[in-house]
């Protein structure tokens, strides 16, 4: 193990890691930063590691020494298509991860120097519509990810004297990032930080899916279409609400033990079969599932997840990430009585979810640590893609 004492200001911080001692000496604030990234300068491009300059938080935003980050399901997308026209180049990506503030911008009160913080891609502003509705976690400025930049149309980071632009309200890929208050969340002082960044997204949006938006019951069935990390938290999701058949789905059988050891029940393979999995589903479980996840982001594994629940009250809820597709649902799925549903972070609210799960962590209520199978420092972030590829990685943890 490693101890990183991080001198933030006149504050000092030990946090846990995995190589030898280093010390850091922030007398930083108000100046800019040259510090490493990881940059995707084109489509379908693979990472480079740049050096930097991230410009100080302006109002109401911090700055934040990231120390633990990862490649989550969406980057994967990112770096596979290469006619993703929405998104802007040269990008500094990554919206999973955990760091300490180094300091911050004129009225943020919320945070300050040396907390540790869990970067939000889903912000939790406090005051828009969403934010004031107990049952929404849509919060308005998770639309500022779209422009890829800081609230006030520019970024705060350059590369060889030219822009870089920001990705998921986040740019966790990066040594040093700056982003706005509401996307950052306060936690434990003693939490691991290489443990509990996966409650920035992977394991909150898995978790929260089955427990928020499905509303998973006691002694249900359950059906979980992909096993990545977040199909995982799924998985932990059903069981914590107390399923007591939770069928695990991947093509890739390599999956199967550790879909296992979290809580699934069986695991099968639509390759083996010749009819449709949702036949087979409903052949297994008599009259379909309960509640169905579809957590890979395709359109056609959508469409057998809900034609796989019961047709009286079956729900199915969409997880993965699709982008630039048309969903093709027949509707005599819903004549029954079916429900789809969308979720976003697991339907907590940005900041609020993120420290009471980190809480959870603490208290060992939640097993954050059977999602990391693997550890490399950010200089290596092109092997870790290649360990995702393969799926037997479910998170390889990044350390800064």
Not at 82 to 98: C, D, R, S, T, V
Not at 147 to 175: A, I, Q, W
Not at 274 to 298: A, H, M, W, Y
Request: net charge neutral; proline share 3%; charged share 20%.
């Amino acid at each position: 193990m490693r101890c990183i004492n991080y001198l933030i200001n006149t504050q000092s911080i030990f946090i846990c890691g995995q190589k030898n001692t280093e010390k850091i000496s922030m007398s930083t604030t108000g100046k800019v930063i040259r510090c490493k990234a990881a940059i995707v300068w084109k489509p379908g491009g693979s990472f480079s590691i740049e050096e930097v300059e991230v410009a100080p938080p302006k109002a109401k935003e911090v700055r934040i020494k990231m120390v633990a980050t990862a490649l989550c399901g969406t980057e994967m997308k990112m770096l596979k298509d290469k006619n993703l026209q929405h998104q802007h180049y040269p990008i500094i990506m990554g919206h999973e991860g955990a760091g300490i503030v180094e300091s911050v911008g004129e009225g943020v009160s919320t945070v300050k120097a040396g907390d540790k913080v869990i970067a939000l891609f889903l912000p939790q502003c406090g005051e828009c519509t969403s934010c004031l509705n107990s049952a929404d976690n849509f919060c308005i400025k998770l639309k500022q990810a779209e422009t890829h930049l800081m609230s006030d149309g520019t970024s705060r980071f350059t590369c060889k004297g030219k822009p870089v632009y920001h990705f998921g309200n986040t740019s966790t890929f990066s040594e040093y990032t700056v982003m706005d208050e509401s996307s950052v969340a306060k936690i434990d002082a003693a939490a691991p930080l290489e443990k509990v960044f996966l409650v920035s997204c992977g394991f909150s949006t898995g978790y929260g899916g089955a427990i928020n938006t499905a509303k998973v019951t006691p002694g249900s069935t359950c059906a979980v279409f992909g096993l990545g990390g977040v199909g995982l938290s799924v998985i932990m999701g059903c069981k914590a609400a107390g399923a007591t058949r939770i069928i695990a789905v991947d093509i890739n059988k390599d999956k199967f033990e550790k879909a296992k050891e979290v809580g699934a029940t069986e695991c099968i393979n639509p390759q083996d079969y010749e009819k449709p999995i949702q036949e087979v589903l409903f052949d297994l479980t008599g009259d379909g599932v309960d509640f169905s996840f579809e957590v890979i982001g395709n359109p056609e594994t959508v469409a057998a997840a809900l034609a796989s629940c019961r047709e009286s009250h079956g729900v199915c809820v969409i997880i993965g990430l699709i982008i630039g597709v048309q969903l093709n649902i027949s509707g005599h799925l819903f004549f029954s009585g079916r429900s789809l549903k969308g979720s976003v972070y697991g339907g907590w609210k940005g900041r609020d979810g993120a420290s009471k799960l980190v809480s959870d962590y603490m208290a060992k209520k939640i097993n954050l640590d059977a999602l990391i199978t693997h550890s490399l420092n950010l200089d290596k972030i092109n092997e870790a893609v290649e360990l995702m590829k393969t799926g037997k990685c479910v998170r390889c943890v990044l350390l800064l």
